[in-house]
Every structure is written in structure tokens, then in C-alpha cells.
């Protein structure tokens, strides 16, 4: 499969993700947006908001992968939060328009890309670097990870076994490669799939749940509900105080 066709198809998957999106904020009430979300110190409405201005945020880099300009995805770290700062206290219906135009001007932007520059080099905001292929996907999980911390009903257990197996491989890997987490084995039996937290030796704990499960938990979407933990060969009760506490995913 091309870089450009694997774009297209999570650029797709983007659409769907925002459909779903606007069907859980056309449920809400009014007063909803003002409420807390599944993020400290966030509304409902800094989530919104954080995710429309992620879209433009990336019509930014799609902007440069197509004319070769460097463009920053933000102005800089003070804007974004002062953007979001200030988008996070309007009324719903305007939230609600905010997403599905900002998510318009992203797919837009991204039709006008031919093949070649799905091939650019693009800078992340924390500064690491991706080829232009990744952005649909990377958008992907904005969109999906925000939708769960919005705490409006939709869970990992919505998310898509496509997306769900892409992130419990991408978070197996990051988490695979950091020092200092204990040894863990992980194994996503619905999905057939194996990931290992920590150092070498002998996994200290083994985990076993289905895969939308343990990428929730590996997320920080989930505190492990619904997974099974063993120490050697004894399985242990609460899985939620036997799992390590991993830090923010990359």
C-alpha cells in the first residue's frame, strides 16, 4: 500500500471519527460544555476547542507539505493554550460548528496533496519529526482519544479494531522503549497481539484483555477495567491496583 493511499484511507477514517463526534455533542444539553471532562482543569469546552484548533493546527503542516514552506503547527506553545483558553467557555451550538468546519478545512487541505507530498518531512510541536503520511492518522487519535475524554458516554470499548490495534502496537512500542517501567507482558487475545513494558528478564506481571481494553489503559483512557492481571501464576483481583502507573503516552 502507498504512503498516499494509506493518507487517503485515514484521512476517511477521520470523517467517520467526526461523524460520530457530532452525534455525541447533538445529545448534550446546553450546559453540558461547562461541565468537566475526563481531563484536569478541562470543560467539555476546552476539549471542543482543542480539538477544532488541533484541525487548523494541521492545516498548517499540510499547508507546508504541499508548498514546501516551513510552517509551525502553532504560532507557539502560548497561543495554542491561550487559544484554547479562550474558545473554551462558548455555547455549544458554536462548539459544535467549530468542529465539523475546522475538521472541513482540514479534509480540505489534505485533498489538495498529491502523492509526492504525502512524502514531505513535516515538525511535530514538540518537535520531533514525521513524514506527511502520519498526519491523517495522528488526526485520527485526536479525535478518538478527545471523544473518550469528553466523559459523554463513548468509551475505548466505541473505538474501531483498526484504530484500536494501530495505538495498542504505536503505545507497545513507545512504552516498550522507556527505562524504568517494570517488566510487563502484554497480550491482547482477541486481536492475537503481544507488547512488552520494561526491562529484560522475566515479565513481573503478565496482562491479558481484549485489545480496545489495553489500549485504553496504556492511553491513560482507562484505569484497566476489564483486564486480567497474573504474577507468575496467580491471577490478582483488582487489576486497577496491581497495574503499574505509566506516564503520559508519547
Known amino acids: 500500500m502507498s504512503d498516499a493511499t494509506t493518507a487517503a484511507e485515514q484521512l476517511r477514517a477521520t470523517v467517520e471519527s467526526t461523524d ?13 460544555v461547562f461541565e468537566p471532562s475526563g481531563l484536569p482543569g478541562w470543560t ?30 502553532y504560532a507557539s506553545p502560548a497561543a495554542r493554550d491561550a487559544d484554547i483558553e479562550a474558545g473554551s467557555g462558548r455555547p ?4 459544535l460548528a467549530d468542529v465539523r468546519d475546522s475538521q472541513q478545512r482540514f479534509v480540505d487541505a489534505a485533498r489538495l496533496l498529491a502523492p509526492e507530498h504525502w512524502q514531505a518531512t ?23 482519544y478527545h471523544h473518550v475524554d469528553l466523559n459523554a ?14 495505538e495498542f502496537r504505536r503505545l507497545g512500542t513507545h512504552f516498550g522503549a522507556l527505562d524504568g517501567l517494570p517488566a510487563v507482558r502484554l ?5 492475537g497481539l503481544e507488547a512488552r513494558l520494561g526491562g529484560a528478564g522475566e515479565p513481573e506481571l503478565t496482562v491479558e484483555g481484549p485489545v ?15 483486564l486480567q492481571v497474573h504474577r507468575g501464576h496467580e491471577g490478582l483481583v483488582d487489576a486497577r491496583t496491581a497495574l503499574p502507573e505509566l506516564p503520559p503516552m508519547g
Do not use: M
Open 20 to 32: 460520530v463526534l457530532l452525534h455525541t455533542l447533538s445529545e448534550l444539553k446546553p450546559e453540558d
Open 92 to 95: 455549544l451550538e458554536v462548539q
Open 212 to 226: 480496545r481494553a489495553l489500549t485504553g489503559w496504556l492511553s491513560g483512557r482507562s484505569d484497566g477495567d476489564g
Open 153 to 166: 458516554g463513548y468509551t475505548p470499548a466505541h473505538w474501531s479494531e483498526p484504530f484500536a490495534i494501530a
Open 44 to 73: 467539555r469546552g476546552h476539549v471542543l476547542t482543542h480539538i477544532a484548533r488541533n484541525a487548523d493546527s494541521l492545516v498548517n503542516l499540510l499547508t507546508g507539505a504541499r508548498t514546501g514552506r516551513d510552517i509551525p503547527q
Open 122 to 144: 513535516l515538525t511535530h510541536r514538540s518537535g520531533y519529526t514525521f513524514p506527511a503520511w502520519q498526519l491523517p492518522g495522528k488526526r485520527l487519535a485526536e479525535l478518538e
Open 187 to 191: 497480550i491482547a487475545e482477541d486481536a
